[in-house]
């Protein structure tokens, strides 16, 4: 392949030099994305120690799993008396026994490993459980099921069926907690074993309770029938052991605003606005207004808007009236605008050239996108070597050099430099 002509570069480089001159100055953005950080919940230390000692006991197994099981037993037998309670493999379990994205499983490894080396080589033929050695009697993380708290305390209840079966204690199992029984639905007391408002017994014995809703507006009950009600929620009152709903818009219960209207519902009221029209109202629309509002009159029962534009309200030259609901507005005729406070008549534009809207700096550039054309274009002609276009090339050169040293053209640059 032929050595390509070096004619050819200074033409493209004089093309893209100047039309980067015919353009407003270039703006590079760089968009940069905040790193998202995924929100971090720290788990009970209690709950850390268990999972912990979870995956430890599934290391031993896997331990003995992987390194025998197959082959000579009698071989086997004496090896693993060896291995069973060896250094390799307490290291090899601890390696795994965390996984490299439990951050707090690894710093209680960090903090307890010598208490576990203590308990791998001296405590486990007294102490067999190494969740109770570890996690409750020596770091103090934990306490047994069924209590709670720094002094592990029996849940409400008693910790043989902590709040009843019908709850959870709060804490349980752990240093914390308030040992408060959250009760499951229809259960209630302070270890759960008693219905809860809206219940009522449908069955119990010496360990069990059964619990079943009322009747709807039953707060207390002794039956799920209508009539089995022995006292009622809020809004109802009890009459021949039902609950009948109480009109709270009917007595002096309701409080509502003075533009607004009562409306009774099952077992409370609602506060409803009146309409525009009405200044005060006993309920919806025009026609229950107390008062009509400004801007409207009675007409029959019910308060209508009042048209002002029926009558010269607009004192202004050439304005209008317009009616709004419960108002008006003056606005300017047609043809006519608002000029400081006065309407002025529209001028209508000439029709306009195609660069009547353009400003100056915008012409120039325009001008310098032209130039850079044509000098492309010459250019390309001239590295053909033509005398005449090489001549005609270096004399549009020579003027565009001339012009951009010039002091409107210092303006021009300045105002690319500054952004316009």
């Known amino acids: 392949m032929a050595p390509r002509s070096s004619r050819g570069i200074a033409p493209a480089l004089l093309c893209g030099l100047s039309l980067f001159l015919g353009f407003p100055g270039l703006v590079w953005v760089q968009i940069s994305v905040p790193p998202q950080s995924s929100p971090h919940t720290e788990a009970h230390p209690c709950h850390t120690c268990r999972v912990l000692v979870d995956s430890f006991n599934k290391g031993l197994e896997r331990t003995i799993r992987d390194n025998f099981g197959g082959g000579n037993t009698a071989w086997e037998e004496e090896k693993l008396s060896k291995y069973k309670d060896s250094e ?8 795994g026994v965390c996984s490299k994205s439990d ?7 960090e903090l307890s490993e010598e208490l576990v080396e203590s308990w791998w080589f001296h405590k486990q033929q007294e102490a067999p459980d190494l969740f109770q050695w570890l996690c409750s009697d020596s770091l103090k993380l934990c306490c047994p099921s069924g209590t709670f708290g720094p002094s592990c305390l029996p849940c409400p209840g008693g910790a043989e069926r902590p709040c009843g079966g019908y709850g959870h ?4 199992g752990t240093r914390g907690g308030s040992g408060h029984c959250d009760c499951q639905a229809g259960y209630g007391g302070e270890a759960c074993g008693q219905c809860g408002l809206g219940y009522f017994e ?23 029938e209508e009539s089995h009600c022995l006292q009622c929620k809020k809004g109802w009152a009890l009459h021949h052991l039902k609950c009948v709903d109480i009109d709270e818009c009917g007595t002096e219960r309701a409080s509502c605003g003075a533009d607004q209207f009562c409306v009774n519902t099952e077992g409370s009221y609602e506060c ?15 026609g229950r207004c107390k008062k009509c509002s400004p801007g409207y009159q009675q007409v029959g029962s019910k308060c209508l808007d009042v048209d002002e534009c029926e009558t010269a309200v607009c004192p202004g030259e050439n304005q209008q009236c317009e009616n709004t609901e419960g108002s008006y507005h003056c606005i300017c005729a047609d043809g006519y605008k608002q000029m400081e406070g006065i309407c002025v008549k529209e001028q209508i534009p000439e029709s306009a050239g195609f660069f009547s809207e353009m400003t100056e700096d ?45 002091e409107r053209s210092d303006r021009v640059l300045e105002g690319f430099i500054k952004g316009r």
């Open 88 to 95: 390799t493999r307490l290291v090899e379990v601890l390696e």
């Open 103 to 109: 951050f707090e499983c690894h710093r209680l490894l």
């Open 169 to 172: 204690c709060e804490g349980e």
């Open 202 to 224: 449908a069955e119990r014995n010496a360990s069990h309770l059964v619990c079943s809703a009322c009747f709807g507006p039953c707060a207390r009950c002794s039956g799920p």
């Open 272 to 286: 409803r606005d009146c309409a525009k029209a009405c200044l005060g109202c006993m309920g919806a629309g025009p």
């Open 362 to 406: 915008e012409l120039v550039v325009l001008q310098q996108m032209f130039f850079g054309v044509i000098i492309c274009a010459l250019a390309t002609l001239a590295a053909k070597g033509d005398l005449v276009f090489t001549a005609i090339f270096i004399g549009a050169v020579a003027a565009m050099t001339g012009y951009w040293l010039s």
